[in-house]
Nanobody, 115 residues
């Protein structure tokens, strides 16, 4: 059974940093594409970053490129999103999930950035 538990969100000022973690179970990170997504109030969920099973392929949304870094630790079943130089428009609930996903989503973690 797949389980995804996101944490690390909070309320910060513009320019600050946060580090989000996603602890997974029921997934082998060494054979699964993983990604971070976010959903702002009143908007659809959107892609943020993805990482391939071998860590060779990494991709970012244009809006976060050069500010966010995705990584994972296969042994600890954890996917991490380092977010630097945060902007108010980064405010959203952040989720991790495998790609493609089965429709199951974790509870997410709230990130609020004030100007």
């Amino acid at each position: 059974q797949v389980r995804l538990v996101e944490s690390g969100g909070g309320s910060v000022q513009a320019g600050d940093s946060l580090r989000l973690s996603c602890v997974t179970s029921g997934i082998s990170l060494s054979t699964t594409y993983m990604a971070w997504f976010r959903q702002a109030p009143g908007k659809e969920r959107e892609f943020v970053a993805a990482i391939s099973p071998s860590d060779v392929y990494i991709d970012y949304a244009a809006s976060v490129k050069d500010r966010f870094t995705i990584s994972k630790n296969n042994g600890k079943n954890t996917v991490t999103l380092q977010m630097d130089s945060l902007k108010p428009e980064d405010t959203a609930v952040y989720y991790c999930n495998r790609v493609p996903n089965s429709g199951y989503w974790g509870q997410g973690t709230q990130v609020t950035v004030s100007s």
